[in-house]
């Protein structure tokens, strides 16, 4: 990035216009507990500082502009169960419910545990970590104590902090239990267990609204996602067009296509003798792909529970149950989804890139050309007595084994034409036959009809 301003800070003026009196100070509301943790009910908004924080983490400028464009607000449904909120102008939504307790089995310090999955409408997380209790303020640690169950809240509970601010179902269920009771006072708690139900909602695609004014912003510096935010994809698809995140889901998918079609001789006998050895491949490739989105989702609403984020100047004690786990994604984004790549890429031989050398022809015509796929339209120059002639090749389906033709000529005063059809055939590793009948016009002069082969000798690169 270069040393220029960063260019969400000229959302910043368009922000004030939208929130006008929201973005006034917050007085928490009143809850019936004693205790620092209370709820924030005017939405708070994210400055320019956000951005940058936002941008260090690894992810770009286009999704530190969305961001700045929420709107946070919490509800606390007492001291160990609360619920954030962001509302976005594309009529998305983020929501977090957390969840404290004892006996889960968490050791503070270590590393989050997630989940996920993904439909149509909503990407769903469940994020695990565990705290110390001698870690949180003195005020607070009261207040969480008070009722701490003794035990991971049952399902009806989770339901129950989705509702209240709208949604009726976690991000992944929990094998339903009884209501667990407080744990014992004569034997206080040292570790706090914390469960995350996480999702982002958005039901339809739909623009930034239009009254958010970015004339003035420096698209050099928008990054990949923001035209993806700004036309109105879904929040999850416009992560995956964070650079760092594009990058490594497109070597991921490489590592895939080399598993379903491996070039190595080992490999594909392997395959051959046992198919099942490849699905497990593909499905553990699948799995850190959908991992790394996991990766970057979980970090975007991480992020407005930062000790830098609007919600968190407004209610400081949120940021001592949900700095750990929020830092620890912070800190290892890009080594997270750097480590899925090469596990990824470590599941199978390198592919050799795969090219054609074609030779033959026909009715006068001779080919000597190289192509790169036959899976993709492709083209073959052909040449004649005193005549040149295009032909171009579309496949009819994805394994590239038979097409449409259709060509054209030049040559001696005359233009020629035509169509067709082909087909390609014969055993790996090749060489390979493709056979083609086609009709054609001699403008002003004869027509006919020619079958002709060609020969397709692969040719293989690093």
């Given amino acids: 990035?270069?040393?220029?301003?960063?260019?969400?800070?000229?959302?910043?003026?368009?922000?004030?216009?939208?929130?006008?009196?929201?973005?006034?100070?917050?007085?928490?509301?009143?809850?019936?507990?004693?205790?620092?943790?209370?709820?924030?009910?005017?939405?708070?908004?994210?400055?320019?500082?956000?951005?940058?924080?936002?941008?260090?983490?690894?992810?770009?400028?286009?999704?530190?502009?969305?961001?700045?464009?929420?709107?946070?607000?919490?509800?606390?449904?007492?001291?160990?169960?609360?619920?954030?909120?962001?509302?976005?102008?594309?009529?998305?939504?983020?929501?977090?419910a957390y969840h404290l307790y004892t006996g889960g089995g968490g050791i503070p310090g270590q590393p989050p545990s997630v989940t996920s999955t993904r439909s149509a409408n909503d990407f769903r997380f469940t994020l695990s970590y565990a705290l110390a209790l001698a870690d949180l303020p003195a005020d607070l640690r009261l207040?969480?104590?008070?009722?701490?169950?003794?035990?991971?809240?049952?399902?009806?509970?989770?339901?129950?902090?989705?509702?209240?601010?709208?949604l009726a179902r976690p991000a992944l269920p929990i094998a339903g239990r009884a209501a667990l009771p407080a744990a014992p006072k004569d034997s206080p708690a040292s570790t706090v267990d914390v469960i995350v139900d996480g999702v982002i909602s958005q039901a339809q695609e739909s623009g930034i609204d239009k009254t958010v004014n970015t004339t003035q912003l420096d698209k050099t510096q928008a990054g990949t996602s923001w035209e993806a935010y700004k036309a109105g994809k879904k929040v999850w698809d416009?992560?995956?067009?964070?650079?760092?995140?594009?990058?490594?889901?497109?070597?991921?998918?490489?590592a895939r296509d080399c598993a379903v079609n491996p070039t190595n001789p080992l490999t594909r006998q392997q395959y051959q003798d046992n198919p099942a050895a490849r699905d497990a491949v593909v499905k553990q490739i699948d799995d850190s792909h959908d991992e790394v989105t996991q990766d970057a989702a979980v970090l975007f609403v991480q992020l407005f529970t930062d000790a830098g984020?609007?919600?968190?100047?407004?209610?400081?004690?949120?940021?001592?149950?949900?700095?750990?786990?929020?830092?620890y994604v912070k800190a290892t984004l890009g080594s997270s989804i750097s480590e899925r790549v090469?596990?990824?890429?470590?599941?199978?031989?390198?592919?050799?890139?795969?090219?054609?050398?074609?030779?033959?022809?026909?009715?006068?015509?001779?080919?000597?050309?190289?192509?790169?796929?036959?899976?993709?339209?492709?083209?073959?120059?052909?040449?004649?007595?005193?005549?040149?002639?295009?032909?171009s090749m579309t496949p009819g389906d994805a394994t590239g084994t038979f097409g449409n033709i259709t060509y054209e000529g030049s040559g001696s005063g005359v233009t020629m034409s035509g169509t067709g059809e082909y087909t390609i055939s014969g055993k790996d590793p090749g060489p390979y036959q493709l056979q083609m009948t086609v009709?054609?016009?001699?403008?002003?002069?004869?027509?006919?009809?020619?079958?002709?082969?060609?020969?397709?000798?692969?040719?293989?690169?690093?």
């Fill in 439 to 462: 009709s054609g016009c001699v403008d002003g002069g004869q027509c006919s009809t020619n079958h002709d082969t060609w020969k397709l000798t692969p040719q293989t690169t690093p």
């Fill in 238 to 254: 416009a992560l995956e067009a964070n650079g760092q995140v594009a990058d490594a889901l497109q070597r991921i998918n490489a």
């Fill in 143 to 166: 207040q969480v104590l008070a009722g701490l169950p003794g035990g991971a809240p049952a399902q009806p509970v989770r339901d129950a902090a989705l509702a209240a601010l709208g």
């Fill in 1 to 96: 990035m270069r040393n220029s301003a960063p260019w969400w800070r000229g959302l910043v003026f368009a922000l004030t216009l939208l929130v006008v009196a929201g973005c006034a100070a917050q007085t928490p509301s009143p809850t019936p507990m004693t205790g620092p943790a209370t709820s924030v009910d005017v939405p708070q908004r994210e400055d320019a500082a956000f951005g940058d924080m936002v941008v260090s983490t690894g992810l770009d400028s286009g999704t530190a502009a969305f961001m700045m464009l929420a709107g946070s607000t919490m509800k606390v449904i007492d001291g160990h169960t609360f619920v954030v909120r962001q509302a976005f102008p594309n009529g998305a939504t983020a929501k977090a």
């Fill in 309 to 327: 984020a609007g919600l968190v100047k407004a209610a400081p004690w949120l940021g001592f149950i949900t700095g750990p786990a929020t830092n």
């Fill in 342 to 391: 090469r596990a990824s890429e470590q599941l199978v031989p390198p592919c050799r890139k795969i090219s054609y050398r074609v030779t033959g022809g026909g009715g006068g015509v001779t080919v000597n050309a190289t192509i790169g796929s036959v899976k993709a339209p492709f083209t073959v120059n052909g040449a004649g007595n005193g005549f040149v002639v295009t032909f």
